[in-house]
């Protein structure tokens, strides 16, 4: 696991470490690399897969569909490119307890009525707070400002700052106690202390 990441992903119950791990790399990568020359952003839920795909429908005919479940792990090189690919898409992803990406280009469509999140954050980040809140998954999101965040119960745990400049350009929107990690690599994480 990461060192990077170790705070964030030990700190809640709900998702395996290292599946939460695996998830942040690839947010991360997103986050930095873009594709096609143009920052994207997307949202992966996971865990409580049922009750995302209760909460959730496809934009478009979805592209995982068919595919065997062994070659859909978050592990695999090749799905790892081929999420990379489909977050130009609009929509989501559902990410099973097992590490399998289930589904993707879904529209997120939990009640949001009870979700406060701070000014600034789009919709992407409101339908990650919601469905972090109406079930047991966790959703990480990846702004197209290159911010990565991480939605537990409503509520961001954690925000993921992939390159240093970006940090002292944005105010964190974690409140109360806070733990900063910075590494060689110019990356900096901001998360709840536990």
């Not at 954690?158 to 350009?169: D, K, T």
Request: proline fraction near 4%.
């Amino acid at each position: 696991m990461s060192q990077m990441f170790q705070n964030v992903c030990q700190r809640q119950n709900s998702v395996d470490p290292g599946l939460l791990n695996s998830v942040l790399e690839i947010a991360v990568q997103i986050a930095c690399e873009g594709r096609e020359g143009r920052r994207i952003g997307t949202l992966f839920s996971i865990g409580d897969t049922e009750a995302v795909l209760s909460q959730s429908r496809p934009l478009i005919l979805d592209p995982l569909a068919g595919h065997p479940r062994h070659i859909r792990n978050i592990e695999s090189p090749d799905m790892r490119e081929t999420v990379k690919e489909l977050a130009q898409l609009d929509g989501g992803f559902v990410v099973s307890e097992d590490g399998t990406v289930v589904s993707a280009a879904r529209l997120f469509e939990a009640d949001t009525q009870d979700v406060a999140v701070p000014l600034g954050l789009g919709t992407r980040h409101i339908a990650a707070a919601g469905i972090s809140l109406q079930t047991r998954a966790l959703a990480v999101v990846v702004s197209e400002s290159s911010l990565v965040r991480v939605f537990e119960n409503g509520e961001i745990i954690a925000e993921i700052y992939p390159e240093l400049w970006l940090f002292r350009l944005h105010q964190s929107q974690l409140k109360g106690l806070r733990v900063e990690q910075q590494d060689d690599e110019n990356m900096t994480v901001v998360s709840r202390d536990h």
